[in-house]
């Protein structure tokens, strides 16, 4: 261990805590300690994790601000499920149409990524904010307009961009399925995520951040976010290694909507608005920008909450709100800064240039 | 250091708060506080009925959809009290809030089976019920709902129920009315078209009304986002020569549209459908705009029946607004399900899946008559059939048409 490097040990100490916890939880639900209300958040809760680790790769990592992070999301969890839905029979075995979903979500989102980014990370700052904000919208409006079915000839689609479409314009034969009904989403999906897929989602995601960050494009990408013109002079290709980090970074949130998808049978695509990509661009700001473990941890602290607050019926939202704002006052403190690394020497090292 | 001291006192002061919220909340949540007491007098006057039965609810409390959340709960609480009076076998109810959104749904519902919840009244709107009872399906958990009105609701679960009329069913039911009451006019239509509710009915209507001879000149959509202004729609309607606008949507983007109309001149018959129910209590709306609003809804709040009366006094003086359409329905639902219950020789102590296997065969030999409908009845798909009702604004209340 001596001859490690500090961020090295700091990263291992990070997946042995997740795989503590992954084991802890499976013990506990084996011994049937878990509730149910518990059980039914862990694959959420691993979702939101990889939306906010994929997020940081934007906000901390690139330092750009995203404000569409749902978009991906939704094309993910939508692809997804219709991937899923349509090789029901193809591939009877539930883990690895889980795999094959998840990979597809995050192809199509990493494709959209890679479309959006051509023009959205030729800006810079608030201007970039506000796009990514409006393709997070485009995104939503286009898959509510999307009637999609299977039968044994193969996938149907339409695009109902004037609305005057309905499922009987898709032409099933009489055993065919409909996968998504525009407005109404995609019902009677099958729910195939597990919290196992979960988990091992977050650890592929971390792998691939961290060991992004630590490569060379890694450091190219930070020196970018620190001085794009120092960066530029030494010969760094900024738009490249921008593309880069956000096209990995939609394609992860690809692959948790696909996994978020797969987990109801009921998704509309009015879930993925502008309320979900801040739900999410708050998870990264309290963890800490930059920071992977921080945003792990505020993401199921943020995720928990209100559900661990029903008992309070109507003031439920009124305290989230309001421990939202203690939490965000006390992290920006100094003195609460000070104390906390006080308390977490080991794990703050090496990461308080977020 | 003192920095540091006064954040613990913040910490200290927001835990103590959340703590008085929970205290005095959970005190105001369980009537079952009072049980004992009635209960005990209960099996001298009904026999040997004891015990109370766990109904959960789950609807939006808070959001945007909140007000049919909440109305419904309100009904349900008002029955579930009148019930707990009468003594007999109690109702423990508790509602969570869903947001309106599938996946806190299925939140509320896991949350709801720890608590021991052995029926559920709900979920009240569409997506968060289709995302529930799939779970509930699964575990054979026995479902009302008192308004998600889609098919894809009940479709393949044999457990899940609907007590209010389906999509398809008003689509068709304003198509029936408007080809025999009011032939010859042109029909326009505004719609909310990322909208499960709105979609639903303008299809079966669009469907219905190419069978029936209405001819259909114009189709507005609109989103979530774009329900602040109509004025592209209406132009498009008025210049199409539409002189019948349905508008299958809820009724915060209908007063909108009713407003907007009126700044243009342009006075077509107003058509609506149950969503449309409740504008007339809505916060700041100048209730002449909806003169001579036509919707099609299974309740009245001025209609003389007895238990109407009782039950809107009762709304009135309890929360201080007249009920709608959904707190009807909520109302209703308790009573259905709660008869359904005794009649089928369901007991407190009965698990949920037992009870869920008693309630499928129950529903469909049920006939109730109830705030929402006469001689009410069910198909095996958990369908409901019951007669629509057609009524008009007239000076501010609704009139049978």
Known sequence: MKNLKPHTKHNIVTFAGLALVWIIVSVMRGQGVLGRSTTGLLVPICCYVVMALSLNLTVGIMGELSLGHAGFMGIGAFSGIIASQSLLNIIPSVPLRLITAMLVGAIFA???????GIPVLRLRGDYLAIVTLAFGEIIKELITCLLVGVDEHGLHMIFNYRGLKNVDDLGLSPTGQVIIKGAQGATGTQPIASFTAGMLLIMVTLFI????????????IMAIRDNRIAAESVGIDITKHKMIAFVMSAAMAGAAG???GLNYSNLVAAKFDFNTSILVLV?????GLGNMRGSIIAAVLLYVLPEALRGMHDYRMLIYAIVLIVVMLTTNSPVARNLFSRWFRFGKKGEEDA | MKKAMSLVLALAMMLALAACGGGSTTTTETPASNTPASTTEAPAASGAASGSFKFGASGPLTGDAAIYGKAAMNGAQIA????NAKGGIQIEF???DDEADGEKAVNAYNSLMDWGMQVLVGPVTTGSAIAASAVAFQDRTFCLTPSASSTDVTANKDNMYQLCFTDPNQGTGSADYMAQNMPGHKVAIIYRNDDAYSQGIRDTFVKESAAKGIEVVYEGTFTKDTQTDFSVQLTAAQSAGADLLYMPIYYQPASVILAQAKNMNYAPIFFGVDGMDGILTMEGFDTSLAEGLMLLTPFAADAEDDLTKTFVAEYEKRFGETPNQFAADGYDVVYVLYNALLDSGCTPDMSAPEICEKLIGQMQQTT????????MTWSANGEVSKMP?????????????
């Open chain 2, 80 to 83: 579930v009290d009148e019930i």
């Open chain 1, 283 to 287: 998870f990264v700001v309290l963890g």
């Open chain 1, 110 to 116: 990493g494709i959209f990524g890679f479309l959006i």
């Open chain 2, 389 to 401: 009702v057609a009524v008009v604004i007239e000076n501010g209340v609704y009139v049978s048409a």
């Open chain 2, 368 to 375: 109730y008559n109830g705030l929402t409908g006469q001689n």
């Open chain 2, 94 to 96: 508790n509602p969570q």
């Open chain 1, 258 to 260: 696909a996994l978020y």
């Open chain 1, 209 to 220: 951040i961290l060991n992004l960050i630590y490569s060379r494009t890694g450091r190219a």
